[in-house]
């Protein structure tokens, strides 16, 4: 059986439609957390390594995106 992403998206987001989800339970089966535009569901998919995925939530945690 393949296991499928379950996509969520932060708990920050207010619904409104221009968000990014991600699956983070591929991380122990595959080491990757999959990243979508959650307004194209069936578009592509970029598959984030989960070093570099968790690197990226430590930069935004740290403010390190602030001036974006």
Request: hydrophobic share 45%; charged share 15%.
């Amino acid at each position: 059986m393949t296991e499928h992403p379950q996509w969520f998206t932060s708990s920050y987001s207010s619904n409104g439609g221009d968000c990014v989800e991600v699956a983070a339970n591929l991380v122990a089966s595959r080491g990757i957390v999959p990243v979508r535009d959650s307004k194209r569901v069936g578009g592509p998919v970029v598959d984030v390594s989960a070093a570099s995925f968790s690197a990226f939530v430590a930069g935004v945690r740290a403010g390190g995106f602030d001036a974006v």
